[in-house]
């Protein structure tokens, strides 16, 4: 019922840019988070920004000053600006949606972008 779908992945140089897009579409509940996590082969997924529907956000050490994060509520759309893009920075990028009902959580995922840092 809920999808999420990624844009904007690809190859870029070190130094470079991208910018990301997930559009989420089903029923989405207005109060929600929205996030982008990554996964390196061989590694752990991990958190890279999260932002609310009330535009807190949260930030990887390893990103911030590099990255910003934003949504459209009216679109149930979030987006990544990523800047000085580093080799390190090169892995599967997923978009994250959690939802709350009552003191009922979900999580639902994007199938993932790759994004790939190299000369």
């Known amino acids: 019922q809920v999808q999420l779908v990624e844009s904007g992945g690809g190859l870029v140089q070190p130094g470079g840019s991208l910018r990301l897009s997930c559009a989420a579409s089903g029923s989405i509940f207005s109060i929600n988070t929205m996030g982008w996590y990554r996964q390196a082969p061989g590694k752990e997924r991990e958190l890279v920004a999260t932002?609310?529907?009330?535009?807190?956000?949260n930030y990887a050490d390893s990103v911030k000053g590099r990255f910003t994060i934003s949504r459209d509520n009216a679109k149930n759309t979030v987006y990544l600006q990523m800047n000085r893009l580093e080799p390190e920075d090169t892995a599967v990028y997923y978009c994250n949606l959690k939802m709350r009902r009552l003191a009922i959580r979900t999580d639902y995922w994007g199938q993932g972008t790759q994004v790939t840092v190299s000369s």
């Open positions: 932002i609310t529907s009330g535009d807190s956000t």
